[in-house]
């Protein structure tokens, strides 16, 4: 259904003019993105000074921790940022659909960047201890994209809130925990840990999870937008 959505409502060259728009955003407020990888770097630096040696079940229950912890930073000024008089303006050019579509494609990449950062960075100061980088990879922006969809939306959602960081947490993590659960036991085929069949399987459940979420935000973030 979503999909049938996406396509009456796609507009390319007006999603690529917000995408601008946030990258140029990010580019005028660097300390925001520097601060984002500064704590990323910082985090990665006191698992590397705490463990002398980090087994690979320790290596990917940490990885995806500090990825969760570091997109919910980096994702949460995704609507926060944008101030009332702004989003009017918005309201009057735009669709709704174009800005969910170009904030979840914007939060997709910056989503990935930061976690091949993290792993680039755990691989230096830590060890590397994946055996099937290929499928490491397919799982890793599988689950990069259901993280970054939730936290879209749900960032979306406490945008209206005082409390809007707040009410991001408390909504987004109930939300992202079975595609943070599937991550793990994916992750850990990848790392040898385990040696399950039912990989695919896995990835279809994921990949539901993620098609129920970009539908929800493609036809809900509409009803949002007009209050």
């Not at 990885?63 to 009017?88: H, P």
Request: proline share 3%.
């Amino acid at each position: 259904m979503w999909l049938v959505f996406l396509h009456k409502h796609f507009n390319l060259k007006r999603v690529l003019s917000l995408l601008y728009k946030d990258l140029s955003i990010d580019f005028r407020q660097k300390h925001i993105v520097s601060g984002i990888l500064l704590f990323l770097c910082t985090t990665v630096f006191i698992v590397y000074k705490a463990f002398a040696e980090l087994r690979p079940e320790t290596w990917n229950v940490l990885f995806w921790i500090l990825f969760l912890f570091v997109s919910l930073n980096g994702i949460l000024k995704s609507f926060v940022q944008e101030n009332s008089q702004r989003n009017l303006y918005y309201y009057s050019i735009f669709d709704a659909s174009h800005v969910i579509i170009s904030k979840l494609i914007y939060n997709f990449l910056f989503s990935v960047i930061l976690a091949f950062v993290l792993f680039i960075l755990m691989s230096f100061l830590t060890v590397n201890p994946i055996k099937d980088m290929p499928l490491f990879v397919m799982i890793l922006l599988s689950a990069v994209y259901g993280v970054s969809t939730v936290f879209t939306f749900v960032s979306a959602l406490s945008s209206v809130e005082s409390q809007g960081g707040t009410l991001m947490a408390i909504l987004a993590f109930p939300i992202v925990l079975p595609i943070l659960l599937l991550a793990l036991k994916i992750s850990a085929q990848a790392l040898g840990i385990l040696n399950d069949t039912t990989v695919n399987i896995d990835f279809t459940y994921l990949w539901a999870i993620n098609g129920m979420m970009t539908g929800a935000s493609l036809i809900l973030f509409p009803l949002l937008w007009k209050n």
